[in-house]
Structures are given as C-alpha cells and as structure tokens.
C-alpha cells in the first residue's frame, strides 16, 4: 500500500472516529427547533425517534420549566391527553395579560409508538420574556414503554462534563429581534 494511500485512509478513519465522538447522541427525543426567542411564541415539538429498545412507546411526559407559559397541547388520534395544572413561581405577561398559573407538565398516553416508527408531540407555548437570551432551557421528558417500564430523557448537560446519557432535549435563547 502506498504511502500516500496509509495517510490518507489514517485521516479518514480519524475523522470519522473524531466526528462519531462529537457528535450528540440521536437515539433521544429532541426539540425540532435549536432556538426559541423570549417574549415571544414558541412551537415546542417533541420529536421521538424510536420506542423502547425493541417496545413499543406508550406514552410521551414533558414537563415545562419555570418561564414557560400559556401552553396548549395538540390532541394526537389514538392517544389521551392529559394536563397537569399549578401555580407559576413568579407571575408572567405572555401577550400582555398576567398568569399566575397554567399547564405544567403533559402527558400523551395510550398511544403506540412502535419502535421503528418516529412521531412527534406539539404544544403552543409562551417564552416569557424574564428567562435570559444565551441559556439553554430544557424540557424533561419521561417516554414510557408497552411493558411499564420508562426511559427518562431528563439530565441536564453539565458543562465540560460531556453529554449525559439520557439528556433531557433543550433550547437556545435568544432575543427577540
């Protein structure tokens, strides 16, 4: 083999073990948006790639982190729709009119998500203008499986820690322009 030849297969096989070790882990359920600008509407859709390893999933939980408001879920046939409801920590302005309480977290349960089929769960929600432009906002999610069991995307990354192993999908902030 020639010499250019070695060289250049050792770069590719670098390149590609460097770009396979880079790379975030899409085997989780991610946020089909990468920003969401505050004050401002956000379309959170819930992206699911898979059921549980081999299972099918049947039911899909987020919950919505402190700042999120005004959210409305959309109903998905074959599937019941369940909201949790409570009091905001502080009281917010989405569209000028003050909150002080709302959906929290959602549920889409008794559904069937083979796990090779991809689906995907959308709620209208608010970005209140308080939460900071530059930060990521994560949702955590809870994907439960056929058989009881549950996988939780839920860990929030750590800087200079690496991605965690079942890291809960998130936004960037931005301002609005």
Known sequence: ???????????????????????PAFAHVTIEAREATVGAGFKLVLRV????????TSSI????????????????????LDKVKG????????????????????????????DDEYEEFTVSTYIDASLKAGTMLYFPVVQGCVDGSATRWIEIPVEGKGEPESPAPGV?????K
């Open 172 to 176: 960037k902030l931005i301002e609005k």
């Open 1 to 23: 083999m020639s010499k250019f030849l070695k060289s250049t297969l050792a770069l590719a096989l670098a390149s590609t073990l460097a770009s396979s070790l880079a790379a």
């Open 61 to 80: 939980r987020v919950q919505l982190p402190e700042g999120v408001v005004n959210a409305k879920p959309m109903p998905k046939a074959g599937w019941t």
């Open 49 to 56: 790639p898979h059921g549980c390893k081999g299972q099918a």
């Open 87 to 114: 009091k905001y920590a502080a009281t917010y302005k989405p569209y000028g009119h003050e909150v002080s309480e709302g959906v929290k977290e959602i549920e889409w349960k008794g559904g069937n998500l083979p």
